[in-house]
C-alpha cells in the first residue's frame, strides 16, 4: 500500500522534469557560461576591454539612458493602459493594436524609422532642430528608441493588472467627488505598486540589452553615444572574442543585480500590502 502511494501518480512526469532540466541547461545555463569560460581563456584581454574609459562611457549611456527610457514607458504605458481599461473611445480597438508594433517590427527597421523620423531631415527632427534640439545621433535619440521598444512591456502588465482590478474601488471615488487623475492618482496607482514596479523592470530589462533599434539613431560616437551590445560586436569584429565575453559578462551581471533589487523591492511591496 505504501508502495502504491509513493509511486508517481503522473507517469512520466520524472522523465518529463528531467528533460525539461536538461534543455534548460543547454539552451540557457550552458551560453551564458561559456561567456565566462571564452572571458576567463584570455583573462588580460579581458581585463583591458572592461578597464578603459570607452567602455565605462558606453555602460553609463546603457543603463541610465535604460533607466530614463523605462521610466518615460511607466508613465506613458500606465497611462495608455487605465485609457484602454476604463475608458471608451473612438479608435480605441486601433491604439490596443498599435501597441504590438514594437513586437511585430524587427529592430533593424524600427531604428532606420527612427533615425528617419528624427534626423536632422525627418518629420519630427526637422522642426526641432530649428528649436536647437537634436535627436539622432545624441543620448536622447538612444532614450527614444529604447523606450520604444519596451512600452508594450509597460502597457500589457498594467493592462492585464488594472482589468482585473475591481472598477467599484473607482466608482467610489468618484461618488466622492474625485476626478480622473485623483482616481487614478490615489487609488488604482497604490494598489498597482507591485505590478508598475514589475513593469519597469521588464521595460528595463528590454532596454538594457537593445541593440538594432539603437544603432542606426545612435550614431554611435565612442564615449558619446556608443552602447554597451554595440561595444560587444565592436570586439567581436576586430577578433577580440575575450574582450566581447568580458563586456557581455559585466552587462549580464549588472543587469541580474539592478533586476535582483527591483524584484527584491517588489516582494517588499507585495508582502506590506498583504499585511496592510
Not at 74 to 88: E, F, H, K
Not at 103 to 111: D, E, H, K, S, Y
Not at 228 to 244: F, Q, W, Y
Amino acid at each position: 500500500m505504501l508502495l502504491s502511494m509513493s509511486r508517481d501518480v503522473i507517469p512520466g512526469r520524472t522523465f518529463a522534469l528531467a528533460a525539461m532540466v536538461v534543455l534548460l541547461a543547454t539552451i540557457v545555463l550552458a551560453p551564458l557560461l561559456m561567456i565566462f569560460i571564452v572571458a576567463l581563456g584570455d583573462p588580460q584581454a579581458a581585463l583591458s576591454a572592461i578597464d578603459s574609459a570607452r567602455t565605462l562611457a558606453a555602460f553609463r549611456l546603457s543603463i541610465g539612458a535604460s533607466f530614463v527610457a523605462a521610466a518615460i514607458d511607466l508613465v506613458l504605458g500606465t497611462t495608455i493602459a487605465w485609457a484602454l481599461v476604463r475608458r471608451r473611445f473612438i479608435g480605441r480597438s486601433l491604439l490596443d493594436a498599435l501597441v504590438e508594433t514594437p513586437f511585430a517590427l524587427p529592430t533593424a527597421v524600427a531604428g532606420i524609422a527612427l533615425a528617419t523620423l528624427d534626423g536632422p531631415h525627418g518629420w519630427i527632427g526637422a522642426p526641432l532642430a530649428m528649436l536647437g534640439v537634436r535627436v539622432a545621433y545624441t543620448p536622447l535619440g538612444v532614450v527614444i528608441a529604447l523606450a520604444f521598444v519596451g512600452l508594450p512591456f509597460v502597457v500589457r502588465s498594467v493592462q492585464t493588472a488594472l482589468a482585473e482590478l475591481a472598477p467599484a474601488h473607482d466608482e467610489a471615488a468618484r461618488s466622492l467627488g474625485t476626478g480622473d487623475l485623483g482616481t487614478l492618482w490615489r487609488i488604482s496607482l497604490p494598489m498597482l505598486a507591485p505590478t508598475l514596479l514589475t513593469a519597469f523592470s521588464a521595460a528595463f530589462a528590454r532596454a538594457i540589452g537593445e541593440y538594432g533599434s539603437v544603432v542606426f539613431i545612435a550614431g554611435n560616437l565612442p564615449g558619446r553615444t556608443e552602447i554597451a551590445p554595440l561595444l560587444v560586436v565592436t570586439h567581436i569584429e576586430s577578433g577580440d572574442a575575450a574582450g566581447a565575453a568580458a563586456i557581455a559578462a559585466l552587462s549580464m551581471v549588472i543587469s541580474l543585480a539592478i533586476l535582483g533589487a527591483l524584484a527584491f523591492w517588489e516582494r517588499r511591496l507585495v508582502r506590506r500590502r498583504v499585511g496592510g
